[in-house]
């Protein structure tokens, strides 16, 4: 393959990598399955050790999905927070032992692997100081307040040395259901299964409702920790039980036969468990070894999580609809015959595009395999031919918007549809949600059911009008009274301060997440500097490649566009990045770093550049003004070589520049 291709499939993955890792962590929410979220994981491990020179530092496959939002306090760990490699067969659980035991005895212990939210506990001189989430891993979220509501977490314990006890919080299933038929009742959203209802309350603001969910807790591992007494996971975990947790369910094993046969008891039985799991984690049992077998960048060479393979269930396709997604994208959804499966009724499953339907070859009245991927969404994995009646209908992709009836368009690489129409209200909806959403510009009280009531009652059809509310108006509407109408008129009041980087996230551009609008605003002083931004100039930004460079060009061609934010900044929003440029002394160079420097990491170089007001970027060309070459460096190096006006510099010469050495 065509190395530029490489590069493109590199810069995809890892967009995609990170939005739905962000869905995941930070809203609990998913799009795709936790298997094929682990493959594209792979794929891009892969690539990167066949093509170091596109890999990035903090490339997804280094870090763990972070869970923290902005709005939080934060807590460094003492010692960092590990993910999982994940295993999905016996085979490479097999395959795992044989390579880290070379011919010891085998001696490992196999954990139940929780399906929950992990959770960080620190204690000194007996007493619970904080707890906090996982985090990215290095640092967490303060949720110390709603732990303290969980029974089975001791606020004291009989150890006087500081230490770190980790685990997971975990909602059991039937309190689940409870929750969710209250929520139905109420006309909440409904929590899509315990992982996310469990994630979802330890953030709760109100720690009386979470008081009221029943979270409950299982303890694994430890962070900081010295006690020379203890020399194995079992030692441990049986030392943990002992100070009063809840500790995981565990076997000690010594012959692979065993390691195996746990794997498949616990596949079978986990449906009669109070909660949810996804499968074993196998650890090495004793420290010394655990030690000389150390850590990857992200997760313990130790351990590995065998993951249960999903279950699957046939029923009946019993129509297809058709949805208007934020971006006009027409995603087909099936309708279903309403099964059991693992554990909770299902009538819908997502088709994605019209290549998936062609794909299956799949007709209305066909008998469908469906699966539950990672547990969670439904989706249709086969279609059994033999059953296929002779009634079966053809499924017909719309020509046109199901809402508006603007004619689709299709992109000329992908196999999505769209509705370009500005004004389609399916899509304005969508968009107005998005824009209000806690990861945007946050206007709590602006719910769903809000949103809709001001559209229907031509209050608003565009971002803009949100700041331009007849309160008067609102305060009649149903449900409705002068105390919400004064709350929504605070809370949107107080967005007006909102960062930069949360309101270009809450305009919705194709393909900009939350991370690649930080980088934006990292990048470029405000608002304006983006519009005016040529696509070479946005293309030349590390992170940023073709296909959202492109997308963000477009958006600030298109008028109205340009018409919502200057009414944003007519209502007061200022759009300006706070990028804390302490000084301005490299006033807009523009660097690259390449090879490995002997002082900083190349990050640490890259924030000092950017706090001096320079500027990373990816490509050598004639905009670049200098590059910072290491040990080992790249072949951007010799092309910059043949480029007279850009300067070839050191680390030492470059701390000269801003300062920190003479
Ligand atoms: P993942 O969520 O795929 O990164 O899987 C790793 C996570 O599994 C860890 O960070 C823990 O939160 C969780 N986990 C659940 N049960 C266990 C266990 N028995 N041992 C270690 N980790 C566990
Ligand atoms: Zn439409």
């Known amino acids: 393959m065509d190395d530029l291709f490489i590069e493109d499939e590199i810069i995809d993955l890892r967009d995609k990598i990170a939005h739905h890792s962000d869905l995941y962590y930070k809203k609990n929410q998913f799009e795709i399955s936790d298997h094929k979220f682990d493959k594209l994981v792979k794929r891009l491990q892969a690539l990167e050790k066949k093509y170091p020179q596109y890999k990035i530092n903090n490339s997804p496959t280094e870090i763990i999905g972070s ?76 949720v110390t307040i709603n732990i303290k509501t969980i029974k089975s977490i001791p606020i004291e314990i009989n150890y006087n040395e500081s230490i770190e006890i980790r685990g997971e919080i975990y909602l059991p299933k039937n309190e ?22 469990a994630a979802g309350s330890i953030k709760l603001k109100d720690s009386n409702v979470v008081a009221s969910r029943k979270l409950d807790s299982i303890i694994y591992s430890v962070g900081l920790f010295k006690n020379a007494k203890i020399n194995t996971q079992k030692e441990l975990l049986e030392f943990l039980k002992k100070l009063g947790f809840n500790v995981v369910k565990y076997e000690h094993v010594t012959n692979i036969k065993e390691i195996i046969n746990q794997c498949e008891v616990w596949e079978r039985l986990r449906h009669d468990l109070e909660y949810d799991i996804d499968g074993l984690v196998i650890k090495v049992n004793n420290f010394d070894q655990q030690q000389k077998l150390g850590f990857t960048s992200k997760s313990p060479k130790w351990a590995i999580a065998y993951k249960f393979k999903a279950e699957e269930v046939e029923t009946q396709l019993l129509g297809v609809d058709f949805q208007v997604g934020r971006t006009g994208a027409i995603t087909p959804v099936a309708r279903l015959k309403p099964v059991f499966i693992s554990g909770s009724t299902v009538s819908n499953a997502t088709l994605h595009n019209e290549d998936e339907i062609k794909r299956l070859d799949l007709r209305i009245g066909d008998y469908v395999t469906i699966i539950k991927s990672g547990e969670i969404i439904p989706k249709i994995i086969d279609v059994n031919y033999e059953k296929r009646e002779s009634n079966s209908k053809d499924i017909e992709f719309p020509k046109a918007c199901p809402v508006c009836e603007t004619l689709l368009m299709r992109e000329n690489d992908g196999a999505i549809s769209y509705c370009n129409n500005i004004n389609c209200p399916a899509q304005i909806k969508k968009r107005i949600e998005h824009f209000t959403s806690r990861v945007a510009v946050d206007i709590e009280g602006l719910a769903e059911a809000v949103v809709e009531q001001l559209i229907n009652h031509k209050q ?46 809450g305009f919705g551009i194709r393909f900009v997440g939350a991370k690649i609008s930080k980088i934006l605003c990292s990048y470029f002083k405000n608002v304006d500097e983006i519009i005016n931004a040529s696509y070479e100039e946005l293309v030349e930004i590390e992170e940023i490649g073709e296909k959202i460079a492109q997308s963000v060009y477009d958006f600030f061609r298109n008028e109205n566009n340009i018409l919502m934010i200057n009414s944003l900044q007519d209502a007061g929003m200022k759009m300006i990045s706070d990028n804390n440029i302490i000084e301005d002394t490299l006033s807009g160079a523009k660097f690259i770093i390449t090879g490995t420097l002997e002082r900083h990491s190349r990050n640490e170089i890259k924030e000092m550049i950017e706090q001096n007001g320079g500027k990373v970027i990816s490509a050598v060309s004639k905009n670049l003004d200098y590059i ?10 010799n092309k910059a070589r043949k480029i007279e006006s850009i300067k070839i510099i050191d680390e030492s010469d470059f701390l000269q520049m801003i300062g920190k050495e003479n």
């Open 628 to 637: 910072i070459a290491g040990e080992n460096p790249g072949s951007k190096l």
């Open 176 to 197: 689940f259901v409870r929750i969710n038929i209250e929520r139905e009742e109420n006309g909440e959203k409904l929590f899509a299964n315990p992982r996310n209802a």
């Open 460 to 505: 608003i059809s565009k971002i803009q009008d949100i700041y331009h509310i007849d309160f008067e108006e609102f305060r009649q509407y149903e449900k409705q009274g002068s105390k919400s109408a004064e709350n929504l008129r605070n809370a949107i009041e107080n967005s007006k301060t909102q960062k930069f980087h949360k309101i270009l996230f």
């Open 67 to 142: 869970d923290i939002l902005s709005s939080s306090k934060i807590i460094q760990h003492k010692i960092r927070m590990y993910s999982l490699e994940n295993a999905y067969s016996i085979e490479e659980i097999k395959e795992y032992i044989e390579k880290i035991n070379d011919n010891r005895t085998i001696n490992i212990t196999t954990e139940l692997k929780i399906d929950g939210f992990s959770i960080n506990l620190y204690y000194e001189n007996g007493k619970l100081q904080y707890a906090t989430t996982r985090g990215d891993g290095f640092e967490g979220e303060d």
